[in-house]
């Protein structure tokens, strides 16, 4: 069985592979689409970094850089003009010049500087290639995959440290499991969240087989690592993804059921019962939500006295000082709530900009899964309960602010706006034909 199991997920990578080498040759900037695909999978190892002079950099960072080369490279040798115009620039460029902003009012300016480049500027420049790259499902898929296959290997890796640390009786469930790669477990819950979600839409809607089966494997082994990180955050996430994913398909009773029979199953196992349990307990030590609650009332006194600006950016641990109690050990980089950690990074303007990305994506994938045509439409989905992840996952963490997480949103966001500039390329090259 071991041996089926190993062929069948070598057949499952073979055929990746192939899909994207494929598509790689297909149409416009081939050797572009597949650094894309190199940059996703790098997503993870932001946490390799060293000095380039007197500038800091990591490995992603310099793959966003040189797809980004390959890419403009790639648009000269071509001719091609690239697509720019999307529903995404009027709050892309407002959320661009909040974070400018937020920049100059920072604490340390040097910081500041660093996470607008690393959080605005080149994930949505990633974005932008990917508007003009995928010019097909396959492609798109590709692009999922490569974030799935980059996102996985931290989860499984994680995850093998965790069931380590619990065969060894060195972990006690009600504290913060033990990593790898990542600073925290929960980092790998919001990374793979959305690629779940994503992946839930291919495996129940795909025409394809094959990429069926590709999204079933991965979604299970995704789920096996969600469930390892112990993320409670992700664990409600996952929740309202099992909510809104059968709704959308003809079984949506039997897919119910199906979720809340394993829901159920899961909370047999004591580990993940007793850290469930934990968070319902307020009189517990170990329960996150009174110390959540504490820091969220904090971040609002914080910003009554700093409404229009925030703390700026990588600033909230600093300007919270004085409003923070100085015998509590825990120190917060952000507050983590999705609506306070916008406000706080980046203001009123960036929070508006922010709610306005997220709004207008929801409002594309939805109008792009009920209407789009067949080959488009189950993607539409993925990046619909993507969205749905991290809004979710966001009430109680940190979904954007962190390399990948951001190269992650900005490369599913732009798949549901990409086959609109397919359709914008495909009109101006029949107008310029004599």
Known sequence: MAHRGSGTAGAWWRRWVSI??????????PVTFVS?????????????????????????????LVTIAVFAVESLRQGAVPVWRSGLVAPGLLFLAAGAISVFV????????GLYRAYFIEPMAFGLVLL????????????????????????LANSAVVVEALRQHTYDVVNTPPV??????????????????????????????????????????????????????????????????????????????????????????SPIRHRVLTEFDLSNGHNTLVGRFHL???????????????????????????????????????PHNIVLNSWSETGILGLV?????IVIGFMRSWHGWRSASAEWKYIHLGVLLALL???????????????????EFWSLLCLSFAPAAVMATTAGAAKAAP
């Open 20 to 29: 994207t080498a494929t598509e790689s040759v297909r149409g416009h900037y």
């Open 36 to 64: 894309s695909i190199a940059t996703c999978v790098l997503a993870p190892a932001y946490t390799i970094r060293w000095h380039l002079g007197p500038l800091p950099t990591t490995v992603l960072e310099n793959a966003i």
């Open 106 to 113: 920072a604490p340390d300016q040097r910081a500041a500087l």
């Open 132 to 155: 003009n790259v995928v010019s097909t499902p396959r492609r798109a898929l590709g692009v999922a995959g490569g974030l799935a296959v980059g996102g996985l290997l931290v989860g």
């Open 180 to 269: 790898v790669v990542y600073n925290t477990a929960n980092a790998v819950a919001l990374f793979l969240g959305p690629l779940i979600a994503f992946g839930g839409a291919i495996a129940l809607h795909s025409a394809g087989r094959t990429e069926r089966w590709l999204a079933a494997g991965a979604v299970l082994l995704g789920l096996i690592c969600m469930v390892l990180s112990f993320s409670r955050g992700g664990y409600l996430a996952m929740a309202a993804v099992a909510l809104g994913l059968p709704l959308t398909h003809r079984w949506r009773w039997r897919l119910l059921t199906a979720g809340v029979l394993a829901s159920v199953a899961l909370l047999a196992i």
């Open 296 to 334: 969220w009332s904090v971040a609002l006194q914080m910003l009554r006295d700093h409404p229009v600006f925030g703390a700026g950016l990588s600033g909230f641990a600093t300007v919270i000082g004085p409003y923070w109690n100085p015998t509590n050990i825990d120190r917060f980089t952000y």
């Open 353 to 357: 900009a922010f709610g306005w990305i």
């Open 389 to 407: 992840a991290v809004v979710v996952h966001g009430l109680v963490d940190v979904p954007y602010l962190k390399n990948d997480l951001s190269l």
